[in-house]
């Protein structure tokens, strides 16, 4: 088989950048080794910035987000038993969308199918070859098939333990990571929302998050251990401990629906440099994680499309490699300053361990400080909604 761009993985990065080439007339391939279905059922962000959501317009994808997404204009942080809003329009002049990724990769997978683009699901056996050459080539295994895709380009967008990032020769790769000793725990619940915002809780017992995924549903997020287990949080446990870390207000109006799905994710940061071998191309978490704290997870996998979109476009249209040999360097740009704001929130706002009395301190005086400054919470707003592509 033989196109232009073979793209790896099938999440929301690696649609969103098929999406765009399609629109544009550029073919392309795309292998996952999962099936459709277990895709959609991997439940993930759902704030989304003005700059992800121009994307999805782009790509012809956006009808039912406009239609049922959560226009947002401001956050609340929560701490020393009350609550601060940080005014997202009036501080920025934008505001975020509140749109599950589930939702975002539904719609990207029916505009592939009505567009008629190529998605292979279950490949196994994924191998990228030749990746310096003018001709990569992709091997894969599907239904006891072997198969080839001859290409110009490989976009991986396979995730943090896909194959792309792993296929680049050791010790090309400059890789930074910080782990934290904590993990969130989230639930799904039938059940409205705590507040028409969301509320970011900073709590001396840990960290809380009252999100929603529409009017109807929330998702809800606590600070654990990472030697808890979900089984060891049924719901009643769950909404008690939830109800300590909020101020009295929201726990009043909580409401305790029942849940119908239960994670444990551990806290990372890791950024792998550069973001291009040879024809591959990492983008999203094939090439970073940021902890959840800032919600920039699926909006930085829509900047990286965007750049490399923008490079693509560059080379099939005027024959110009420019846009692409600068790939990495202006996505790193942007992915360092997402790193630093995501860092920085979870730093803000959750309950270290080791940390000493004069840390915990300092902490209390950030928090102050932001209630207090409409410069600081100027500085937050701006990040939150996300920095210029």
Known sequence: MRTEVAIIGAGPAGLLLGQLLLANGISNVILERRTGE?????????????????????????????????????????FGGGRHRVDLRALTGRTVLVYGQTEITRDLMAGRAAAGGVTIYEAESVALHHLGSARPRVSYRVGGSEQEIECDFIAGCDGFHGVSRASIPTGTLRCYERSYPFGWLGILADSPPVSHELIYAQHERGFALCSMRSATRSRLYLQCSLEDRPEDWPDERFYEELAQRLDPQAAAGLERGRS??????????????????????????????VPPTGAKGLNLAASDVFYLFEGLLEFYRKRSREGLEH??????????????????????????????????????????????????????????VGLPL
Do not use: K
Not at 63 to 74: D, I, P, Q, W
């Open 260 to 289: 119908l799905e239960r994670t444990l994710a551990p806290l990372r940061s890791f950024v792998a440099e550069p973001l291009r071998y040879g024809n591959l191309l990492l983008a999203g978490d094939a090439a970073h994680i």
């Open 327 to 384: 790939y990495s360097e202006r996505a790193l740009r942007r992915v360092w300053r997402a790193e630093r704001f995501s860092w920085w929130m979870t730093s803000l706002l959750h309950t270290f361990p080791e940390r000493s009395g004069f840390d915990r301190r300092i902490q209390q005086a950030e928090l102050d400080y932001l209630a207090a400054s409409p410069a600081a919470r100027a500085s937050l707003a701006e990040n939150y």
């Open 38 to 78: 277990y895709v959609l059922g991997r439940v993930r962000a759902g704030v989304i910035e003005q700059g992800t959501a121009d994307l999805l317009e782009a790509a012809g994808v956006a009808e039912r987000m406009h239609r049922e997404g959560l226009v947002h204009e401001g956050i609340e942080i929560a």
